[in-house]
Structures are given as structure tokens and as C-alpha cells.
């Protein structure tokens, strides 16, 4: 039921209606491989790696950042008119 104190929800990831942007640094040690199950299991998920990023793309890429998050809210207002 869960990993520590967390339940484990990823079987449950395909039950979300909503729109999802999951970002992640190219750099990252970690993220790539803890977003790989939700890009999966989240239909119609948006994924954006930031190529010169590691942990904080916001602070290392944030033009950028702001760019792809504008663009995914703008969507997503578009859609949800």
C-alpha cells in the first residue's frame, strides 16, 4: 500500500481528467526516472525536458520556463472555453 509513509497512486494516474505539464531537467539525477510513470500513466499528459537544466529549471531556465508554461496555460484556457 506504501512506499514509507506515501501511498502508492500510480495505478491510479489514469483516472485524472485534467490537463498536466510535468517538467523536468535533462541534468537531474533523479527526475527522469520518477517522471517516466506519470508522462505514462496521466492521458494526455505534456512532458518538457529543459536541456540546460539539472533540478530547477525555473531558476536555471526561466525564460524559457515561463515560455512553456504560458504556452501550456494558454492552451488549457483554449480547451477549457
Keep these: 500500500m506504501a512506499r ?4 502508492i497512486v500510480t ?3 489514469g483516472e485524472l481528467e485534467l490537463p498536466v505539464l510535468i517538467t523536468s ?3 537531474d539525477e533523479m ?3 520518477l517522471i517516466k510513470p506519470l508522462v505514462e500513466g496521466i492521458p494526455g499528459a505534456e512532458s518538457v525536458v529543459f536541456e540546460e ?4 529549471a525555473m531558476a ?3 525564460e524559457r520556463y515561463r515560455r ?3 504556452s501550456f496555460l494558454g492552451r488549457v484556457e ?3 472555453a
Design 53 to 56: 537544466s539539472a533540478h530547477l
Design 68 to 70: 512553456v508554461v504560458e
Design 25 to 27: 531537467g535533462r541534468h
Design 31 to 33: 527526475t527522469p526516472t
Design 78 to 80: 483554449v480547451s477549457q
Design 60 to 62: 536555471e531556465e526561466p
Design 4 to 7: 514509507g509513509s506515501a501511498p
Design 11 to 13: 495505478d491510479r494516474l
